[in-house]
């Protein structure tokens, strides 16, 4: 079964940059060299490269009030089935995650310019984390670098897809969710709502198969939220899960909805 | 990036070529401007040697919809596919532009919505108020 933690860094590269819109080139040099030494797909490079983008311009026009030279520093990282740029700089505090970024919509005179950056960010990346600490914000982008691995039984091992939009947590559960992963799927997404996600959109288009364990740990999940007055919602079910639920009797004890945008609106509490 | 102007009869084409960053899309938006500016009111941008466009490009496209618009113009795009397609599609830019596969076919459209007096800067028409 593959780890559904990320391994031990096994490569990584790093520059400082001054806060001038001239150097996110070199940003951009730094991954597409990582990205050819590591053999990493054109997807993979191309989100990182537009979210790297997005982040450093965002840090040199809005971070900083003086005119001093700013140092900005970005770590790239290659774990076993994820990579990973930490950017870290001494501006004011901003964090990314709590900032609105809602989907662009509207006829042309009623879009506006900004948000669009932060927008794309969510939306290609796997997952953002931000802390705040004495040397400044550190924003970490984390982009999954490999579809369902698989195993030697020939079966897709258990992956976790996390991402943030609009303030749901979107997960992702594809290949098994079976009394063998039950408990770390748990284990994450109770870390999860420990941490603040009370809506939380559970995305199970690349699931194959769930088995009364994977069942009772999503009712878990479900009560936990719950408890914390937040909800869960899932989509993306297909025919063969759903007959699973309704074989089990599951069926009525989620909200399970048709598409995305349902499912955000439920959450969200837009619907019933 | 490299922007080169084709003209097409009433037509002017700009073809891209390379990245649209925060580096280049200012460059691409005083170009693009000058060329609505100084009455070249029907225009193609053409993306099919752009493989990497950022929020900065779709800013610049933004702005030079909009003074389009302003100008009673008309702007049709080509040539989007792959990863800049997948960001047209997360922007929800898709619905605000006339968009045709080929340069040959925006040129037409462009063309064709003059000659007929309709707004080509929207294929639903949402785009103007």
Known sequence: MAPLRTSPVMHSAEIRIANQLAEIGKVADLLDAFGRRHALSERVRHDMSIALEEVVSNIIHHAYRDNASHSISVCLRLAADELQAEIVDDGTAFDPLVHDAPKPSGSLNERTPGGLGLHFVKSLMDNVRYFRAEDGNHLTLVKRTAGPAVSAGGRSATQLSETIENGVTIIGISGRFDSTVAREVRERLSQLIGSGAHRMLLDLHGLEYISSAGFWSLLAIGREIETRQGRLALYGVGDEVKRLFDLGGFTGLFRICPTREFGLDAVRGSAS | ?129
């Open chain 2, 1 to 129: 990036m490299e922007i080169t102007e084709f003209k097409s009869g009433t037509v002017t084409a700009v073809a891209l070529k390379g990245r649209v960053d925060s580096s280049t899309a200012g460059t691409l938006k005083d170009r693009l401007s000058k060329l609505i500016e100084s009455g070249l009111a029907q225009l193609v941008i053409d993306f099919r040697d752009v493989a990497y466009i950022s929020s900065a490009g779709f800013r610049t496209l933004l702005i030079v919809a909009k003074q389009s618009a302003d100008a009673h113009g008309r702007l049709a795009l080509c040539g989007i596919a792959g990863e800049v397609k997948r960001l047209f599609d997360i922007a929800a830019f898709t619905d605000l532009f006339l968009i045709l596969p080929s340069r040959e076919e925006a040129i037409a459209a462009i063309a064709q919505a003059g000659a007929s007096g309709k707004s080509g800067a929207s294929a639903s028409g949402k785009s103007r108020t």
